[in-house]
C-alpha cells in the first residue's frame, strides 16, 4: 500500500510503521529489514486515496497486490536482489487518457509498467471535473479491450478476385491501402462537381470527439458526413431545438430535489452513465426523490422513489396533466415565464389562434395581448388533461399521477430531467414528449436556476477541429475554409427537412430505390446514385441499423458503394463486408478532445495514445513525427495500429492531394492539402502537438493562461499541449447557471454578444418583444434581447426566449398543429394526428397476442457493439437478452420462464409483417402489462469461428521491438521502427501463427441464408472456452469461459426502418404478435422479410411525411442545426419543380 502523506523510513531493531510497532526479529534476514528502510510503503495506511499526488505519476511505485497473499512486507519485505522473495514493486508510469466506451468521456489513468512496458491497469482520473477518478466497469474493461487476443494487428485487403462477405483477406500496408483509397477520393473530388462533393461519405457511429472529422469533411468541400444519430436521439434533440434552437438538455443532477427520468437512462443504462450516476447518488444523500418513468422496472425504477410506468408513447399526456394542475392551482413562477416563455410572439400571431380555435384547441381568440390573457389561454388549452383522462390514457393509477404533482411542487425550481432516448427514440411522435415536458419545468421555473434543468452547448467544449492556427490554410478557428456549397439528398432527403440529424439508417433504402431518385431528380434536384467511398467509423450498421439485410445487399453491391474501408480494431459485422480494415486505437491509443454536458460547468477531456506519451515523455523520438502513434504502438507490441487524427492529417496531405491541386474556392487559393499542412513544417502534414496547442490554446482561453505561467510549461515550446497532456482534463467554467441573463457588453461603440461585435448604430430592438437585431448578408439576426432596460444573450431562439410557441414551425414548415406542446384529447384527434401518436398505441393492439414491444433499453454493461472485445464486460451481459413479459400476460398465452416464443412483428402503418426472432420468456412483475422488453444491444453474430490471413506472418519481416521492453533501459528507449506503414516496416506480429479468433469472448456462429427478399439466420455454434498465445499472461482466463453468448436474438434485422415524419427518427418500438416456438425453432433464429420491410419504409415516408414542395426556397431553417459542415447560402436554397403526376402536390400538403 502507498503511504501518500509521508516516508517512512525503518532503521534499526526496531520501530515504527504507520503507528505500529514491529518488535525486533521479525524480519529474518537484514536484507529484509534494509527493503523495507529503502522504501516509502506500510502495511498500514494514512489514506485511502487510490491516486499519488500528480506530481509523481511519471514515476510512481506501488506493492503488488498478489504479494499480499503471502502475508505482506511484515514477512517477505521488499523484493531487491538482495532479497529476490521479497514484495515485488511495481514501477509505474501514469498517463491520463478518457474512456471511450460511452459517450461520457470519464477520465482514465493508465498504469504503465516499466518494466515491461504494458498497461497493469487502467483507473480513474482523479483530475477529472465530471468523472471525479470514478469508473464504471465499462471504463476498467479498457484493458480488455487493449489486449483482447482477437484485435487486429494489421490492415486487412479483401483478397483480389474475392466478393464483398467471401471471407478472403490479405495482410496489406497502411501506404498501400492509403494510396488506393486517397487516389479514390482525389479523384472522386478533383472532379470538383456537385455529386462529387456528395459520393465521398463518412458515416460515424459514436464520434467521442468533438468536431475533428467533420472538419475534415469541410476541408474536403464535402456535403458527405453522415452518424447514427437518427438511431439514437433525434427524437431527443428536437423538443430542445424547438424550445431554445438547443441541442439536448443538460440537468444539474447534483443540486436537485426531484429528479425526474423520463427512462432509465441517467441512472443506471444511458448518456453519461457513470457521471450522471454519482451526481444523482450525491443529491440522494441531500434528501432530493427519484422518479423514473418508464414501463419496465429498471434498475433505476427499482431504487426510485416513484416508479411510474406509463403505456409507451402517452407520456405527453403526463407532462400536461402536470402542466394544467400547475396554472388551474395558481402554481405558475410568473415572473420566469413572463421574462423567458415567448409568450409575445404567440398572442401576436392572430392567424394561428384562429388555427387554434378551427383546430378546437381553444374557445376563442384572447381579446386582450398581456400576459395574463396567455396565461389564461393556456389554461384553457391544457384543462382537458384531468387526472381520470390521463390515467385511463397512460394506464397509470391516479394516485401516482398525484404522487407526482406533490413532489413536483414540493421542488420548487430544483427540477432536474432529461429528455433523450427512451420514448423519444421509441415511439413515432415521441419527440413531443420533450416539447411537452419541457413546459411543466419551465412553467416553475425550473430552466437554468441551481439544481434545474438546463441546456447543452453552454456546458460543452467543443475544440477539436478548431487547431487551424497551426496550419497553412484553415486558419485560426478555421476562418478562411470556405463553406460547403452542395446539399446532400443520401443524408437530408427532401422528405425530412426538419430531421435533426442525417436520415443515415435509410442509405441503403435510398440507394436501392430508384423510383424516389427518378422523382426527385425530375424535381430539379441532383440526388446521388451511388458513392465513390464509403467509410463508416465506431459504427456496425450492418448490425445495430433496423432491416439489416438491406444493408448486406448494398454494401455488397459493388455499384452501389464502389469503395470501402472501415478505420476499426475489431472485427465486426459490418466489416466483414467492407475492402479494407484498418485498425486504429481504441480509447487509451488515441487522440480526441471530448467534452460532454454533464454538469453545469465547462470541461474537456484529452484522450491520447497512451504508450506514445510514456515514451515521449520519457525522451523517446520516433523516426516519423506523423506516424508517432504507429511506431508508439509497434514498441507496445500491440501491432500495426494507428490513430484517426494522424491518418487524416497524412491522407489529406500525401494521398489525397499530394500535389495540392483540388482547389476549395473559385480563386483557386485554397486547396485541400493547404488545409492540413504544417505552418511550422510547410509540405508535411501538421503534428498532434501543433494541432491540439492550437486547438486548446486558441478556443479556451483561461486554460492557456493557466498553462503559459505554469513553470512546467510556460518554457515549452507547446505549453497548452503538454498541459493537457499530462492532466488529461480541464475545466474551463464552473457553476453556468441561468446563462441566457449574462448581459451583452456595451463599449461605448458596439455591443458585444457571444464574441462579436455590432456597431450599435446597426443594432435594431423590437419594443415589444425586447429582441436585439442587425441586419447580416440581407437576413435579419437576433443577436440578444432587452428585457426591463438590460440587454442579455438570451437563448438561441430567433426571438431569444424559450419558444412555448415555435413559429417558424407553423408559418414556414407544415406543421402549425404541433408547434405548440400538445398531445391529442379524444379518439378523433388521434386520427388526425398519426405524427404525434406512437405507432405502438394502445389503440393499435387489436389482437389478443398482440403487444408492444420496448427494444431501447441499454444493458448497463452493453455498450452496442464495443462490448464484444471485452471478456469482462461479456461475462456480466449474460442472459440479459430475453422477452421480459407481465406475469398475467404470460400466465394467459400459457408461456412459463425460459419458453422459447416467436415475436412476429407487424407494422401499424401498411399492416406487413417484417417477420419474426425467437426469443426466451421470462414472466415478471417488472413490466407493464400489455408492453414486452426486450433489449436490442443483444444478439451478435460471425459466419466464421477464426479467419486465417494467408500472408499474415510471411509478410512480417521485422521485429516489433528488438530490445526487451522495458522503459528504464536506455538501448529500448533509444529504438524507433522505421519505414512504419510501408512495406519494408512489416512487423512481425508477436505470438501469431497466421489465424485469430473473432471476438470470441462475445460472439458465437451463425449460419445466414438471404435471397433479395427473405433473410434467414440461426446460431450454430455458441461460445467455448479457449486458449491464446496473444496476449497470454493477459489472457490465461480464456479457459473459463462458462457462458454460450446465445441468450439474444438479432431483432434488428427484423425492424423495418420507421422514419419519424419530423424528427427523423427511427421509432424503435414495435407492434408485436406473440406466438408459440415451432418445431425447430432456438432462440435467436430469426427470418426477415425485408421486400416487405422496403415497401413499410416507403409507406412511412409517402403517408407521413411533408415533403419540400415548389413553394420553398430553402432545404431547411437555417437557423437550426445542421451538423459537421458548414454550408453556404447557395447550398440551403432549393428550387422544386412542379412535376405533373408526382406523389406529392401542394394540394395535398
Known sequence: MYLQSRRTFLKGAAFTVAGAAIAKGVFTSDAMAESIAESKFTDTPDSLSFY????????????????????????????SEANPDGIEVNDYMIVPTACSNCEASCGLTAWIDKKTFTVKKYMGNPLHPGSRGRNCAKGYATQSQMYDPDRIAFPLKRAPGSARGEGKWIRTTWDEAMTTIGKKMGDTLAVGDELSKKTVMFHVGRPNENGFTGKVWHTLGCDAFNSHTNICSSGGRTPTIQWANDDRTSPDWANAKLIFLNSSHAADAGHYFQQSASFIADARAKGAKLVVMDPRMSNSAGMADLWIAAWPGTEPMIYLYLTQRILNEGKVDRGFVKKWMNWEVFLDNKKYLKFMVEKGYISKVPTKNNFDAFLDTIQELYTPYTLEHVAKETHVPAHKLEELYDMFIWAGTAISSYFWRASAAGNRGGWMGGRTGYLPIALRGAIGPEGGTFFHHWHVISVAGKGGSSTVGQGKRGADIPKVDVYNELSWPPEWPLSTYEMSFLLPHLLADTEWQDKWKAKGLNVPTKLAVWIPRMYNPVWINPDGFRWIETIKDESKMELTFNLSPTWSETNWYVDYILPVGLAGERHDQHSEAT?????????????????????????????????????????????????????????IDPKGEIYLDAAKTKTIKSMWESKKNPGKPVTIAEWYDAAFGDNLPNLKATATVDDRYKDAEFPVYEYMRDHGAWLEENKIYSAQEREIKDDGKNYIAHGHKYDKHHVHTDKRTGVMSVEHDGKKKSIGIEIDGKRMEGFATLDKKLDFFCEWLADDWKWPEYAIPFYPRTPEEKKAMPEIVSHVDHSYMTEENSYALNTVFRLPYNIHTRSGNSKHLMEISQNHDPIWISTPDAKRQGFKRGDAIRVRITDTVTGLDSGYFVAMAVPTEGVLPGTLACSHHGGRWKLVNSVTIPNGVSDGKIDSQPVARNMNDPKFMDHSPENVGSAAGQIKIEDYDGTSGMNSFGVPVAEMQMDGKEGKLKYVEGLKPFETDRFADYNRDSGNIWWDGLSGSWQNAVAAPHPDPISGMHCWHQKVILESAQPGDKIGDIQVDYENNFKIYQGWRDQLTRPLNSSDKLRRPQHIKRPWVPLSDKAYAVNIKDVTGSRFTIEEI
Not at 57 to 78: Q, T, Y
Not at 599 to 619: C, D, H, I, N, Y
Request: net charge negative; glycine share 8%; hydrophobic share 35%.
Open 52 to 79: 499519488p499526488p500528480m506530481e509523481e505519476w511519471s514515476d510512481f511505485k506501488e506493492l503488488d497486490g498478489d504479494d499480499w497473499k503471502r502475508g505482506g512486507i511484515e514477512r517477505k519485505g521488499v523484493r
Open 599 to 655: 454538469m453545469p460547468a465547462r470541461w474537456t477531456s484529452f484522450r491520447q495514445p497512451v504508450m506514445r506519451v510514456a515514451l515521449e515523455k520519457s525522451g523517446w523520438k520516433p523516426k516519423n513525427p506523423n506516424r508517432a502513434t504507429l511506431e508508439a504502438h509497434i514498441k507496445a507490441g500491440l501491432g500495426e495500429v494507428w490513430e484517426e487524427n494522424e491518418f487524416w492529417f497524412d491522407m489529406c496531405v500525401n494521398y
